[in-house]
């Protein structure tokens, strides 16, 4: 018994000096009257976010990826890897930011009531929308990072050129300052159309979820997501790949179809390219060898990182360790360079 406590002990120990940084603290911020690039408005946009460590501490802005919230940012692979004592985004250093973006958490959404009448979004308003939420609402004036992966990565890149005074750095994971397409796009889009085309759905009005939602997230997650020499590991044979696939598709799945379409959709404009020069950051672009989303074959990220002036790019080597687009949201992968970048980099005057 004796035994069995001091093993209680010592995982909690453990657990306790893993997650050692400040509680989250968490808001919202309505803001009045806000107008989408379509021209249509919303009388009440609510901003739902979290922060962590002191806003005395230099400012850090990080942003999730599709479908998920700001919470996803506070999972142990991420925060635990960076905002303890020490580590590169020590919160008691930093003020660390995490913004549920348009659409997605506990921000305004379809879901809300509005459904498909909600106003078809894309990243340049969520850009806009958290640009707002932190210099109006948090009174941030300048910050040290902007961070994001996957879709943050993407919102990253645009805020780099659309506020290119804002930080000091900027990193991009797990995506590409170009115009979305190829498997990327080919995929969000059948998405997109196997719940507007489940009979289901209803055109948005449905009273039960279209069960096409749930089936065609599990098999873009396996399409574009995992790495291949990981998925291999965890289903060697046919029987394996079998239980793995029957237990994502038996899982609990609560997301709300027009939630999930208007995620997917919002990127269908997406294309930072044209700005890339008007990026004044030391910018860090990280991507990982097997990101099935943003193959580096297609020599994309090494052709345009050469137009921004102070940037630079970390590409992951892929392994049975690494997990494809997944792997940015491991910091272990990346941290030592991130802490380098902010060791190094100048800070702007304010």
């Known amino acids: 018994m004796k035994r069995f406590f001091a093993l209680l002990f010592a995982l909690a120990s453990a657990a306790?000096?893993?997650?050692?940084?400040?509680?989250?603290?968490?808001?919202?911020?309505?803001?009045?009257?806000?107008?989408?690039?379509?021209?249509?408005?919303?009388?009440?946009?609510?901003?739902?976010?979290?922060?962590?460590?002191?806003?005395?501490?230099?400012?850090?802005?990080?942003?999730?990826?599709?479908?998920?919230?700001?919470a996803a940012m506070l999972n142990p692979n991420f925060a635990d890897e960076l905002f303890g004592p020490g580590q590169p985004l020590d919160a008691s250093r930093y003020?660390?930011?995490?913004?549920?973006?348009?659409?997605?958490?506990?921000?305004?959404?379809?879901?809300d009531g509005l459904r498909t009448k909600f106003p078809r979004y894309n990243y340049d308003d969520m850009v806009e929308?958290?640009?707002?939420?932190?210099?109006?609402?948090?009174?941030?004036?300048?910050?040290?990072?902007?961070i994001g992966n996957s879709m943050?990565?993407?919102?990253?890149?645009?805020?780099?050129?659309?506020?290119?005074?804002?930080?000091?750095?900027?990193?991009?994971?797990?995506?590409l300052p170009v115009?979305?397409?190829?498997r990327n796009w080919m995929?969000?889009?059948?998405?997109?159309?196997?719940?507007?085309?489940?009979p289901e759905w209803m055109n948005g009005e449905y009273t039960k979820q279209p069960r096409s939602t749930q089936f065609a997230s599990v098999f873009f997650a396996i399409a574009t997501n995992g790495g291949n020499q990981a998925l291999h590991?965890?289903?060697?044979?046919?029987?394996?790949?079998?239980?793995?696939?029957?237990?994502?598709?038996?899982?609990?799945?609560?997301?709300?179809?027009?939630?999930?379409?208007?995620?997917?959709?919002?990127?269908?404009d997406y294309n930072p390219s044209p700005g890339l020069e008007r990026i004044q950051a030391m910018l860090l672009a990280i991507n990982s060898a097997d990101d099935e989303r943003n193959p580096?074959?297609?020599?994309?990220?090494?052709?345009?990182?050469?137009?921004?002036?102070?940037?630079?790019?970390?590409?992951?080597p892929g392994s049975e360790n690494t997990a494809g687009h997944g792997t940015t949201a491991q910091a272990k992968f990346w941290a030592k360079e991130l802490a380098q970048l902010l060791q190094n980099a100048p800070r702007r005057a304010q």
């Open 16 to 70: 306790a000096i893993a997650a050692d940084y400040p509680a989250p603290h968490e808001g919202n911020w309505v803001v009045r009257d806000f107008k989408f690039h379509t021209g249509e408005v919303l009388p009440e946009l609510r901003l739902h976010y979290r922060t962590v460590g002191a806003p005395s501490g230099e400012p850090v802005v990080v942003m999730h990826g599709t479908t998920q919230s700001g």
């Open 95 to 111: 003020y660390i930011i995490l913004p549920d973006a348009i659409g997605h958490g506990r921000s305004s959404k379809p879901s």
């Open 129 to 146: 929308a958290q640009h707002r939420l932190v210099t109006e609402h948090l009174g941030v004036r300048r910050a040290r990072l902007v």
């Open 152 to 175: 943050g990565g993407m919102e990253t890149w645009i805020w780099a050129q659309r506020y290119p005074h804002f930080m000091d750095v900027a990193v991009p994971m797990a995506s």
């Open 179 to 182: 115009e979305m397409s190829g």
């Open 187 to 198: 995929t969000r889009r059948l998405i997109i159309d196997s719940i507007r085309n489940d």
């Open 233 to 268: 590991k965890a289903a060697p044979t046919r029987a394996k790949a079998d239980q793995l696939l029957d237990a994502r598709l038996k899982a609990a799945f609560t997301a709300d179809a027009n939630d999930v379409l208007y995620q997917w959709d919002s990127s269908r």
């Open 296 to 316: 580096p074959e297609l020599g994309l990220l090494e052709r345009e990182i050469k137009r921004v002036k102070n940037g630079r790019a970390l590409l992951i």
